[in-house]
């Protein structure tokens, strides 16, 4: 059906036509165009990182960042039990084994139950800053220093939270907090696994492309032409993650008091905005047919038929999964846009 609210869209409010058609008119519209340089640099400039290895999607960065450490068969990795399943999936696309960790009341990952997880096997933890909300690095760093593991931060919804582990991996899907409408970017200060993932993207190619490939590679390439949008979508990122504090702000005071709605806690930038609701599927039934979008929680990695574990059904990922759900954000919809929504839902309840 058509929403007249709907729960994500992209907003390109900056110089993407200018920049996606100077790549246009210029014949550079592969992944060797120069908008793919620019962007890497622009995006690593803003976050404070030496380096960046623009690709495909946020799950290709995943997959890229976890071979370039020699992640592989037989090695474990440390991911969250709630988490959208891209975590868990680049982890076996490796071949090494996902080992869930249970979250917290911030839907984070439980740095306190990490340790326990622990093997001889373990590789990499994989933090999630889930709906924009940043995990708490410092511990998580000084366990992978404990006990010599590298760190991996899945970024994909947290555009604006600055990187502090060995590779941090962001998706530029459509219904991110900037997007390329597909594609991801790596960063990282170190140069060696610049270069690694950087050849691993481009099916490891030797400099003198003789088609001699001497390892297992990947096309992660992103074209020029959806760096182009990356780049502007990059220099309005200031300005839209104050935009988007704006609209998290109005949805807490609009939602406030309601009995019946749970707020979550505050994020460090605004991805989604999530919180809990009793009667929740009657409550999105209704505002389906109010033309108003919304979105599940994710799901636990223990309940998926890849990773099934009986488990499942004790875990604080499952308790929020059963009650959470997130409304529209996306950084065009107005204080109007909010105060019809919030008034759906007040008007559900109110009943």
């Not at 990490?114 to 366990?143: A, Q, S, W």
Request: aromatic content about 10%.
């Amino acid at each position: 059906m058509s929403y007249t609210q709907p729960v994500s869209k992209p907003w390109l409010g900056g110089r993407e036509l200018e920049y996606v058609t100077d790549a246009v008119s210029g014949g550079w519209i592969s992944s060797q165009g120069p908008y793919v340089k620019k962007f890497e640099t622009a995006f690593a400039e803003y976050n404070g990182s030496a380096h960046g290895v623009a690709c495909s999607s946020g799950t290709t960065a995943l997959t890229l960042a976890l071979r370039a450490l020699g992640v592989g068969p037989g090695d474990e990795v440390i991911v969250p039990e709630f988490t959208m399943i891209a975590s868990a999936w680049a982890v076996s696309y490796t071949g090494a084994t996902p080992v869930f960790v249970d979250c917290g009341d911030d839907l984070n990952i439980d740095v306190s139950r990490i340790e326990e997880k622990i093997t001889p096997r373990t590789k990499v933890i994989m933090p999630v800053h889930i709906y924009g909300r940043r995990c708490d690095m410092d511990p998580i760093m000084d366990l992978a220093h404990q006990y010599g593991l590298r760190v991996v931060e899945d970024s994909a919804e947290a555009h604006g939270v600055r990187p502090v582990a060995d590779i941090a991996c962001f998706s530029l899907f459509a219904n991110k907090i900037i997007t390329a409408g597909e594609g991801g970017i790596c960063l990282t200060d170190d140069p060696y696994l610049t270069e690694q993932m950087a050849h691993l993207r481009a099916m490891a190619f030797t400099k003198d492309h003789s088609f001699l490939h001497k390892k297992l590679a990947y096309n992660f390439r992103m074209t020029s032409m959806q760096a182009a949008v990356a780049l502007a979508q990059t220099e309005q990122l200031d300005s839209i993650l104050a935009t988007r504090r704006e609209i998290e702000r109005r949805y807490d005071e609009g939602l406030s008091g309601i009995d019946g709605i749970t707020l979550m806690p505050p994020r460090d930038v605004l991805w989604m905005y999530d919180l809990r609701a009793d009667r929740r599927d009657e409550l999105m039934d209704f505002l389906k047919d109010e033309g108003v979008e919304t979105r599940l929680f994710f799901k636990p990695m223990s309940r998926q038929p890849g990773y099934l574990d009986p488990v499942w059904p004790s875990l604080n990922a499952s308790r929020f999964s059963e009650d959470g759900f997130y409304l529209p954000t996306h950084t065009g919809l107005t204080s109007d846009d909010q105060e019809f929504i919030v008034g759906k839902v007040r008007k559900f309840y109110a009943a």
